[in-house]
């Protein structure tokens, strides 16, 4: 695939690099910022003056709509290099689509195919440096779009700025994640923005999340806000259930994220001739599994972590734990992401996405 | 009720105010704002510094977490000028205890009662002249929080800032508001965060708002999302359902917001021997009454319009008109509400705070 020109992006020039200012050895995730990083902006009804330019902070008005009303969606993507010095995103185009999907049910424009190939592009060569080989390093790119108009009725907003913005990521090593059931709170309602990566799902994620820490667990599994019968997904990471040798997990809805890392286990699981089922799991099923022994796991998957081994689960006050598996769908399927993700394998399906 | 006096906070002063740069008899409402605003910020575990300045931009970097994660409360609260000059908000206490409310379900920190209504009396006071008396002026307020902290890893932020900016408004004249009733959208989930004033529970609202206003709507009437049976609220107001001479309204919940003009109205209802029922109302019940003339009024009641009358309703694609009311509830209600706030009647209740 051919690198783009600059056919509608201005570039300014930074001065000096911080790259030699970053210790990459320890990255605290989504801390560290690159030298350059995009902002577009829509007004009069159109997004104009895309444009690359040194990192750095924004003039706002208090009284702009995204701090009031939460108007804001984002996607989170990552660029890999491999040995040979080349750079890769792994399947942008479902990104692209999504921040579109999520932008519609948020009333922000959606923002013109090639700007954002575009930009991803051009970004990723001038901050090429910032990418690091090995085993688990990448670049975190963090495209997002907000409300930007100035005044608090509550309303859509008639200007917006899309913006990219990206920070080196060492491997996300999540240690043991112990999750907590949701019996009482909810991510997301039947015609609500769940399926969205809208601001404001994240945001009201933070007090039951902090209650599930406050007692050693370190995510929540949410359920169905009509009964906390069926498991959906974990916030920031689709989950996976391995009950005998077959992987289930939850379709797709107005309450579930379609996950590019979901949707990518199950290409894998199909590829590896693992049975997987894509259905409405109920809780019950689950704490019936973990008592007779045939649940063998549990994983998030994810942009941030790729896979996340969940080590134990609680519900009712019963905490349940997950005895570690010889031979783990999560570690395969990780390995295997991240081998395609990292140019170390074939990538039968077309997955990776030369950048830079 | 005697004048705060600065204890706390720092007042750095204009140069030169903008007040006569602005037309009050043309504003746009949530446009204009006054000379000054408070700041206040969470660092370190603690509200500190907080100061009254020149109202201006802030300078944030674009990881800032309230853009990627709508981690982000507000309030809306009004001051009225009387005939001799002095200035009231309204019932006060109340949009405390609730921006804390909602704080809290966002995981933000409560802000500290001291700093909150002696920020409210220093703004009023070196603002006053921004105040202006009359049928239905007044001093739009707006007190909100957010994440401030710099970084796009979806946890809270542990840094906030809360500020208070403040705008003259006009009588906010709705017109004939014709609204939608929610069959396929929803507002809110059992569990989730509808009750808070969080900022992405209004921009969740755009884009259905979008749809029904291309239909010649205004507004939605949001029904629960189990089974949108139960009418609820209408997103930036509670909603009042006058069936014969009883006035109905839902309870609160975890769903719907416990707004200051809802329970005023209440209160004035209970006053005048208007039979009020808080109770679950079904969309059904509703649509039989406008069927056999006994539904007489819908009016919504919120801070901005204080109250708004409904003409019409939409549901199953039939349009339900609502005959104009003779002796209208909504239009006593205003009344009574209005005399109170500017000061030309009793106040029974204790409603009104002098502020400056």
């Not at 003056?49 to 902070?57: A, F």
């Not at 100035?150 to 996300?172: C, H, N, R």
Request: hydrophobic share 40%; proline share 4%.
């Amino acid at each position: 695939m051919s690198i783009a020109t600059n056919e509608h992006i201005t570039v300014e020039k930074i001065k000096k690099s911080k790259l030699d200012q970053v210790d990459f050895d320890n990255l605290t995730f989504g801390k560290n910022f690159t030298d350059y990083m995009f902002e577009c902006d829509y007004k009069d009804g159109k997004w104009q003056n895309p444009t690359i330019k040194p990192y750095g902070n924004l003039e706002l008005s208090p009284a702009t709509k995204v701090f009031h009303y939460g108007q804001a969606v984002f996607e989170g993507m990552k660029a890999y290099k491999d040995d040979q010095g080349e750079v890769f995103l792994f399947r942008p185009e479902d990104n692209f689509k999504r921040i579109n999907i999520s932008s519609k049910r948020m009333a922000i424009p959606e923002f013109p195919r090639e700007f954002f190939f575009e930009a991803l592009h051009t970004l990723v060569q001038l901050d090429k440096d910032w990418v690091q080989p090995g085993e688990g390093n990448s670049l975190y790119i963090r495209p997002f779009a907000m409300a930007t108009e100035v005044g608090v009725s509550a309303a859509p907003s008639d200007e917006y700025k899309f913006m990219i913005i990206m920070a080196p990521a060492q491997a996300y090593y999540t240690g043991d994640v112990r999750v907590v059931i949701a019996e009482q709170f909810s991510r997301s309602a039947d015609g609500g923005v769940g399926f969205a990566k809208a601001a404001g799902n994240y945001g009201a994620q933070f007090y039951p999340t902090n209650l599930a820490r406050e007692k050693g667990f370190q995510q929540v599994i949410w359920t169905d806000a009509k009964e906390h019968k069926y498991l959906e997904e974990a916030g920031t990471m689709n989950v996976f259930f391995r009950i005998g040798d077959t992987l289930i997990t939850a379709p797709t809805s107005d309450r579930i994220l379609d996950g590019v890392t979901r949707k990518s286990v199950l290409k894998l699981a199909e590829h590896n001739g693992i049975k997987a089922e894509v259905r409405r799991i109920q809780v019950s099923e689950l704490v019936e599994a973990a008592k007779n022994g045939t649940l063998k796991e549990i994983f998030g998957a994810g942009t941030a972590a790729v896979i996340s081994p969940v080590s134990a689960f609680s519900y009712q006050e019963t905490v349940y734990d997950i005895p570690k598996q010889e031979d783990s769908y999560a570690k395969r399927f990780k390995k295997e992401l991240m081998d395609i993700q990292q140019n170390r394998a074939d990538d039968p399906f077309g997955w990776r996405y030369p950048v830079a």
